[in-house]
């Protein structure tokens, strides 16, 4: 597709997922929310975990959205409004540079102190540092019971994330000291395993869930990111030992399990795109450059198995089905954390040509799975639209840059 034209579409595609989302305020629905239903609640089923599972499970699966029967509120989720504040922040750095089709400076700038307010007070109360949970309970494969705002490191380090880049350009102290306070939330509250001459950070503050490769560097890019603004040095050893531990377990052929347990032994896509993300944040942060050929070779194994010649993103190396809305928006992340943009510039286009064309629906929002049979075509605000609003700013903003040095 001729250069000026396919911009043209993925800014139309992006303005219309930009209208949607504002419209809706940022709010919706999402994959695991079935318990929020107060019609399930209202029952004595709320009481038994084979029953709370059955009913996550059911509506996950289900292509037809039950929720507004169920009675099912749409709330905000504090991972999806990282994600949307993390895409408002490239969208300013658009308009610092004179490019202001999706808003002008200040219109911007007060969208992004809007949702730092917003992702502040989402935090999950009582412990060691700032924290963030998910809004829904959560029954888990192996039946226990996560319950809502329950804190993890995964909502945790997108939010630290997403506020850092906010105080970057907003330079609001108390935004910095009350997000690198999730350096011990880190530290002090979630568990430790001994793996590999390092160790892994639990998912979560549960126990039984400290097997999770992923999780584990994010916890580890949070303290790198204390370390970058505190110089912290007990930040830098221990995020150093959970990013060798990682490293450790990658396999020769420079792939990642999802987890250690024979459960979790599957290889997907965006996970992996996730774990470069978080060995690359560490190495920026720390300038500790010693794990770069990790990255290297798991960059090649996650560009060679998981996206098809004509753009198709498949979710597993040995599977295509289902084709979910995580896999193309994190490889856009993951080139731009990398640097590696430019380099594969193609497939980028082709990846996110396909996703519009094949994921997105009139109104603007994006689709949750595609599968064999019968797709889910649920609109999800966290899942779907958080994540394509945050990789598609991210590739204008890189596209920019780059047409900027031509």
């Not at 892994?200 to 303290?223: E, M, R």
């Not at 990642?256 to 560490?282: M, R, V």
């Not at 731009?336 to 510039?345: A, D, P």
Request: proline share 2%.
């Amino acid at each position: 597709m001729e250069g000026s034209k396919l911009k043209s579409k993925i800014t139309t595609s992006f303005l219309k997922l930009k209208i949607y989302c504002e419209k809706e305020n940022f709010a919706g629905w999402d994959p695991y929310d079935g318990l929020n239903s107060k019609l399930f609640n209202a029952t004595p089923l709320k009481h038994w975990d084979i029953a709370r599972w059955a009913w996550i499970q059911a509506f996950k699966i289900s292509p037809i959205n039950f929720r507004r029967l169920m009675l099912v509120p749409k709330e905000h989720n504090a991972k999806g409004v990282a994600l949307f504040l993390l895409g408002y922040c490239k969208l300013y750095k658009l308009a610092v540079k004179g490019y202001e089709d999706f808003g002008a400076k200040e219109e911007l700038l007060n969208k992004i102190k809007e949702l730092t307010i917003l992702l502040l007070n989402l935090r999950s109360k009582g412990y060691s540092g700032s924290c963030w949970g998910y809004n829904f309970d959560w029954q888990a494969r192996q039946l226990f019971l996560f319950q809502k705002h329950t804190p993890t490191v995964v909502a945790t380090c997108f939010a630290v994330e997403a506020l850092l880049e906010s105080y970057e350009i907003t330079k609001d102290e108390t935004v910095l000291k009350e997000t690198l306070s999730a350096a011990d939330f880190v530290m002090k509250d979630l568990s430790r395993t001994q793996c590999k001459g390092g160790f892994l950070f639990s998912y979560s503050i549960k126990n039984g869930n400290n097997t999770v490769i992923n999780a584990s560097l994010l916890g580890a890019k949070i303290l790198s990111y204390s370390y970058k603004y505190t110089k912290n040095e007990s930040h830098l050893e221990v995020s150093k030992q959970a990013v060798n531990a990682a490293c450790q377990l990658q396999e020769k052929d420079g792939s990642w399990i999802y987890g250690l347990l024979t459960i979790q032994s599957w290889k997907d896509s965006f996970h992996t795109g996730f774990n470069l993300d978080a060995i690359e944040t560490y190495q920026k942060n720390t300038e500790d450059y010693s794990f770069q050929k990790y990255i290297d070779k798991g960059l090649e194994y996650y560009l060679n198995s998981f996206f098809k010649d004509d753009g198709t993103p498949k979710y597993y190396h040995n599977k295509t089905y289902p084709i979910d809305i995580h896999c193309p928006s994190q490889l856009i992340v993951t080139l731009s954390k990398l640097n590696m943009f430019k380099e594969n510039e193609t497939l980028l286009i082709k990846v996110l040509n396909w996703t519009v064309i094949n994921m997105q629906h009139k109104k603007g929002y994006f689709y949750y799975q595609l599968k064999k049979g019968i797709s889910s075509k649920i609109s999800y605000m966290r899942w779907s639209n958080a994540f394509m609003f945050n990789a598609m700013a991210h590739f204008l903003l890189n596209t920019e840059n780059i047409n900027r040095e031509i």
